[in-house]
């Protein structure tokens, strides 16, 4: 009986390796940094790079916040990094894929266009609207979005 038990533990945690292993992963802002120094550069000097904070010294702070001021909804990883907009890097950070942008994408790496600012510069509350090509998003240029409202 105990020997069932632990092949079926087994079993469940190679299937989940699996699963998580099939999952795009958020990897941070250290795997980004070597290869796009100059967008990490500006990006530090950001409001996306102090997004968390900046919400945490509001006095309406609460979890509902970390959705667009953390990069993964949570505290672990502050502020809009480079994966909030890129999406989890993961599959996609590897210099061989990053030389490719077809497979890139194809393995998660995000395109960035106006709906994708929409989420959460949604002109509600606090979010003021931005238009999407109207600055340097690439961060190469300490530029602020244009506001809309």
Same mark, same amino acid.
């Given at each position: 009986?105990?020997?069932?038990?632990?092949?079926?533990?087994?079993?469940?945690? *190679?299937?989940?390796?699996? #699963?998580?292993?099939?999952?795009?992963?958020? *990897?941070?802002?250290?795997?980004?940094?070597?290869?796009?120094?100059?967008?990490?550069?500006?990006?530090?000097?950001?409001?996306?790079?102090?997004?968390?904070?900046?919400?945490?010294?509001?006095?309406?702070?609460?979890?509902?916040?970390?959705?667009?001021?953390?990069?993964?909804?949570?505290?672990?990883?502050?502020g #809009?990094?480079?994966?909030?907009?890129?999406?989890?890097?993961? %599959?996609?950070?590897?210099?061989?894929?990053?030389?490719?942008?077809?497979?890139? *994408?194809?393995?998660?790496?995000? #395109?960035?266009?106006?709906?994708?600012?929409?989420?959460?510069?949604?002109?509600?509350?606090?979010?003021?609207? #931005?238009?999407?090509?109207?600055?340097?998003?690439?961060?190469? %240029?300490?530029?602020?979005? *244009?506001e809309?409202?």
């Amino acid at each position: 009986m105990k020997r069932s038990w632990g092949l079926a533990t087994a079993f469940l945690i *190679v299937v989940a390796a699996a #699963v998580i292993a099939g999952t795009p992963q958020y *990897v941070g802002t250290e795997k980004c940094k070597p290869c796009h120094l100059p967008e990490f550069g500006t990006w530090t000097a950001s409001a996306h790079a102090s997004a968390l904070d900046t919400a945490k010294a509001a006095d309406t702070f609460s979890a509902e916040c970390l959705k667009c001021h953390a990069t993964n909804a949570s505290e672990s990883m502050p502020g #809009v990094q480079c994966e909030a907009c890129h999406g989890p890097g993961s %599959e996609y950070w590897p210099i061989p894929v990053m030389y490719d942008l077809k497979k890139a *994408v194809q393995l998660g790496l995000l #395109v960035q266009d106006q709906k994708l600012c929409d989420g959460c510069h949604d002109g509600q509350d606090h979010h003021a609207r #931005v238009l999407f090509g109207k600055f340097k998003h690439d961060h190469r %240029e300490k530029k602020g979005a *244009v506001e809309l409202e």
